[in-house]
């Protein structure tokens, strides 16, 4: 059984995905928590994009236990992407973004699978969203 903890972003049809995606997790896993959904804005690279409005985003992270092999759960992560439209727009516009950010007392599979995520240092409503689940890490 592993500890694992997610972010979820969406910044089309942004309620809707995230909805979807926390039923699908809550549904395929157990004991599901996630902190609140806030709202970020979107990070655009290429400056051309900022003269069009990119929408923002909505975020999430989730707190879940998984018994399944973890490199299967993290194929099942990304298949649920595709199957949902990851993939459908370009950059910046994302249906539905899952990255794993942590395995909880994992630290072969997490050094394994580049773990912990730059993300949590690099979003705040990571690093936030782990802590208000509980989970404070000395990176």
Not at 84 to 107: A, H, M, S, T, V
Not at 111 to 137: C, H, Q, R, T, W
Request: aromatic fraction near 10%; charged fraction near 25%; include cysteine.
């Amino acid at each position: 059984m592993f500890i694992v903890y997610l972010s979820l972003g969406s910044n089309v049809d942004a309620d809707n995905q995230l909805n979807q995606a926390l039923h699908w997790l809550s549904y395929s896993y157990d004991a599901i928590k996630h902190s609140k959904i806030v709202k970020t804005t979107a990070r655009v690279k290429d400056s051309s994009l900022q003269k069009n409005k990119v929408p923002d985003y909505m975020n999430t992270v989730v707190k879940l236990l998984v018994s399944e092999d973890i490199h299967l759960f993290v194929k099942q992560l990304k298949a649920y992407e595709i199957e949902k439209g990851r993939y459908k727009y370009n950059k910046p516009l994302c249906l539905i973004d899952i990255d794993l950010l942590f395995i909880e007392n994992q630290d072969i599979l997490n050094d394994e699978l580049g773990l912990p995520s730059s993300d949590i240092e690099e979003y705040a409503f990571v690093k936030n969203g782990l802590k208000s689940l509980g989970l404070e890490l000395g990176l």
